[in-house]
Structures are given as C-alpha cells and as structure tokens.
C-alpha cells in the first residue's frame, strides 16, 4: 500500500515513531535499530513501510532502510515467528548480523532477542539458511559485528542488563550512546546509570 512515507518525525518511543506527512501523522511500528537512525524529533525523516493485516489488525510498520524491511518480511514469513517477535530480533541484530548468524548457524545470537526461544532461533535458521546469500546480505567489514564481535555484543548486553533495571530499550540505547564499549560491561553501564540518573 504505502512504499515508504517521508515527513517530519513528530514523535517517537520505544517501539514506535510517529511521522506527520502532509498534516497526517503515521504512527509506524519499528525496531530499536531504526529509531535510533531516525534523528531527533522535528528532522526530516523517511521509512520504508509495510501494512500488516490480520484479521482486523491493520499494523503500520516502518524501518530506516530497505534492507532492515527486507529482513523483517523473511522473518516473519518464517513460520511462527510474528511481527513483535521480529522486531525483537531486528532490535539485537542488524541485518547484515543477523545473515550472519543465519548462514553459521548461530543460533545463541539470534535468542538474545527477547521472547525468542532456541526452537523458534533454530526455525529461523533452517527456514532463512537458503534464502540469504552471503555476498547480498552480509559486507565483507562485519568483523565487529559478528558474533563474539566486542562493542555490538557489550551494547547489547548492556542493553539488557539496564531492561532488567527497570528502563526501556530505548532509553537504555539512548543512554549508552557515546560511551566507550571497549571497557568492562560493569564500567558501560556504571556510565549509562549516571546518564539516565541526571
């Protein structure tokens, strides 16, 4: 229905953002990945869309580039995995990382994503294995995101242990932003609590 809408960001949260287009203000379901490419409230923002529809949910969601849609349509073509639990994986990996999980068969990268299983990981590996090839989906500079890859898995271990805090992924992502994730995971998130406390 809507390719991609483009407009001002007048607001966003954990899990949503809200753009105004032409005096309409869509709210687009979208992954933490996304929002934080979105920039702050009030720039100029652009989505690549899609409607979901199932019987009589009418779900608009949106993501920063084509590539994170693409992904969250093979995820959710995978059989038992739905939109919330997709946007889950997409909030912990990238796409490039998670093709990479993908086709090693890393299914312990693809269950940090909240609310997914060993079962459903090992689904989505089975089922997407031959669907992403390797030069299409994953660049050849992925070194710090692959799995054991330094900053990307210390952030989202921080991520999570600031969730267990009590904040959401999106301050704790807000939070974590500019903090130097090659020391001690004790040390980034003393640093992220001292951010979230001012």
């Known amino acids: 229905m809507f390719y991609y809408i483009s407009g001002t960001l007048a607001h966003k949260e954990d899990g949503f953002a809200v753009i105004d287009a032409g005096g309409v203000g869509y709210k687009l379901l979208t992954s933490l990945g996304s929002l ?3 920039g702050a409230v009030g720039s100029d923002a652009k989505m690549y869309t899609h409607l979901y529809v199932r019987e009589g949910v009418f779900d608009l969601y949106g993501f920063a580039s084509q590539e994170e849609l693409g992904m969250f349509l093979l995820l959710t073509g995978v059989s038992g995995v739905g939109p919330k639990a997709a946007l889950a994986v997409l909030g912990v990996l990238s796409p490039a ?3 990479l999980a ?3 068969g890393d299914t312990k990268s693809i269950t940090r994503a909240n609310g997914v299983g060993p079962k459903v ?4 590996v089975m089922e997407l294995k031959d669907k992403i090839k390797n030069e ?3 660049p050849a500079d ?3 995101e692959s799995a054991g ?6 952030s989202n271990e921080a991520v999570e242990a600031l969730c267990v805090l009590g904040y959401s992924a999106f301050e704790a992502k807000q939070a974590l932003a500019g903090i130097d994730m090659s020391q001690d995971l004790e040390l980034i998130i003393r640093d992220a609590l001292k951010k979230l406390m001012k």
């Not at 990981?121 to 989505?124: D, E, L, M, V």
């Not at 890859?149 to 210390?154: D, E, H, I, K, L």
């Open 97 to 99: 990382a998670l093709s």
């Open 136 to 138: 299409d989906m994953i």
């Open 149 to 154: 890859g330094g900053a990307f898995v210390a």
């Open 121 to 124: 990981a090992q689904r989505i």
């Open 142 to 144: 992925l070194a710090a």
């Open 36 to 38: 934080d490419r979105l």
């Open 102 to 104: 993908v086709v090693s």
